[in-house]
């Protein structure tokens, strides 16, 4: 399978060669994160090439809001990284069984999973960017879960990504204060 690689800067690069105005051709590519590939990377990314943010319905509304954010020390302290994860899990046992596929995007702190709705993007633009394994739960046991390795498609980490970050829609000024 074909390598596109994630520049830190927003570029897409394919054996070595900026991938030009059109990235569609390449979303069934395997994706790499080059080193200091950020949320603000992915943004980037975004913007870079015009035709993406149509993957996602809240991607544009999300750039428009990118132009007001902080451009550095946007990472809050305590989250070491922020990770893509694929997940089979097989449900409906007793019953009708069924297989569930699903990207999770979320934080890792301490080598621990944990939500990151509760954090403003503003905060994790600068929080650094992994894929993660492959997780495969079975009629629910959370106990006895198996890790594999895995390869993203560019579809894969623009979608998945994009999903997470879509339960982010609350500005900082209409954010609940205690």
Not at 36 to 48: E, V
Not at 62 to 85: H, I, K, N, V
Request: glycine share 10%.
């Amino acid at each position: 399978m074909d390598m596109v690689e994630l520049q830190p800067d927003g570029r897409m690069m394919e054996r070595g060669r900026p991938i030009g105005d059109d990235p569609l051709p390449f979303f069934s590519n395997s994706v790499q994160l080059n080193p200091g590939f950020t949320l603000r990377s992915f943004f980037l990314l975004l913007k870079r090439y015009p035709e993406l943010p149509r993957v996602n319905r809240f991607f544009p509304g999300m750039l428009e809001r990118y132009g007001s954010w902080p451009e550095r020390d946007c990472r809050p302290a305590g989250l070491d990284w922020l990770q893509l994860t694929r997940t089979v899990e097989m449900v409906g046992f007793p019953g009708k069984p069924r297989l569930d596929i699903y990207h999770v995007f979320h934080g890792m702190a301490a080598g621990e999973a944990l939500e990151i709705k509760s954090y403003q993007l503003e905060h994790l633009l600068d929080v650094p960017v992994r894929l993660g394994g492959l997780r495969h739960v079975v009629f629910g046991d959370k106990v006895n879960v198996f890790v594999f390795e895995t390869t993203y498609t560019l579809f894969d980490v623009l979608e998945g990504i994009g999903w997470q970050l879509a339960f982010h829609g609350t500005p900082t000024e209409c954010s609940l204060r205690r």
